[in-house]
C-alpha cells in the first residue's frame, strides 16, 4: 500500500463548479497535510496546509481532514481555467527528528471553459 | 513563505559529464534543504536531506556517491550529478523551510 494516494485522474471540471480532489494516506502517525499546486514544467506551489481535523479555508480553497478516516480533501469552489494543473497531497510524520514530507502521485486537474 | 532560487534552470549536457546544481534560500535560514527528482508525469521522489555543515542523509536507492550534496551555509545547497547518464535526466528541485516547504523554480537536466 503506497503511503500517499491519490486517484491520478484527469478530473475535469466545468468552470465555475466545485472542484472536489481526495487523498488518503497509511500512516496513522501523519500530523501535518499538505496541498501543493503544480503547473506542467514548473515546480510545486503550496496552497494549503491543514493541521487539525475539521475544513481549513483559504479563498476559493478548502481543506478537510480526517483523521479517523485518514483522509484529507481540497475543494476548489468557483473553478477557474487557471487552476488546471496537478494538485499534490503531501504529508509528514512528526517524532522523528526530521521534516520529510512524502508526496502522492497527484491528481491532474483540468477546468472546462 | 521562503523565497528559493535555483541555478540553473536548464542544463544540457554531454553523457559522463558532471553537473552542479545550486540551491539558494533568499530570505530563510535553512539548516535542512531538501532534494527532489521528479521525472516526466510522476510525483516527486525525495532523494536526500542536505544538513548544513554535515553529511546529507540519502534515500534509500539513492547513490550517495553519484549525488554529492554540499551545504556550506545557511543560504547553500548544491548538488552535484557525477558521470551524469541519459537516465539521470529529470526535473531536480530544492525545497526550504520549516514545517511548511517552499520548492525552488526547478532545474531541468538534460543528458544526451
Known amino acids: 500500500q503506497k503511503e500517499v494516494e491519490q486517484n491520478s485522474g484527469p478530473l475535469s471540471v466545468p468552470e465555475g463548479a466545485i472542484a472536489s480532489l481526495n487523498c488518503t494516506y497509511s500512516d496513522r502517525g501523519s500530523q501535518s497535510f499538505f496541498w501543493y499546486r503544480q503547473y506542467s514544467g514548473k515546480s510545486p506551489e503550496l496552497i494549503m496546509s491543514i493541521y487539525s481535523n475539521g475544513d481549513k479555508e483559504d479563498g476559493r480553497f478548502t481543506a478537510q481532514l480526517n483523521k479517523a478516516s485518514q483522509y484529507v480533501s481540497l475543494l476548489i469552489r468557483d473553478s477557474q481555467p487557471s487552476d488546471s494543473a496537478t494538485y499534490l497531497c503531501?504529508?509528514?510524520?512528526?517524532?522523528?527528528?526530521?521534516?520529510?514530507?512524502?508526496f502522492g502521485t497527484g491528481t491532474r486537474l483540468t477546468i472546462i471553459p | 513563505g521562503a523565497v528559493v532560487s535555483q541555478h540553473p534552470s536548464r542544463v544540457i549536457c554531454k553523457s559522463g559529464t558532471s553537473v552542479k546544481i545550486e540551491c539558494r534560500s533568499l530570505?530563510?535560514?535553512?539548516?535542512?534543504m531538501f532534494w527532489y527528482r521528479q521525472f516526466p508525469k510522476q510525483s516527486l521522489m525525495l532523494m536526500a536531506t542536505s544538513n548544513e555543515g554535515s553529511k546529507a542523509t540519502y534515500e534509500q536507492g539513492v547513490e550517495k556517491d553519484k549525488f554529492l550534496i554540499n551545504h556550506a551555509s545557511l543560504t547553500l545547497s548544491t548538488l552535484t550529478v557525477t558521470s551524469a547518464h541519459p537516465e539521470d535526466s529529470s526535473f531536480y528541485i530544492c525545497?526550504?523551510?520549516?514545517?511548511?516547504?517552499?520548492f525552488g523554480p526547478g532545474t531541468r537536466l538534460t543528458v544526451l
Open positions: 530570505d530563510f535560514q535553512a539548516t535542512t
Open positions: 525545497s526550504v523551510g520549516g514545517n511548511e516547504q517552499f
Open positions: 503531501a504529508v509528514r510524520v512528526l517524532g522523528f527528528g526530521n521534516e520529510k514530507l512524502t
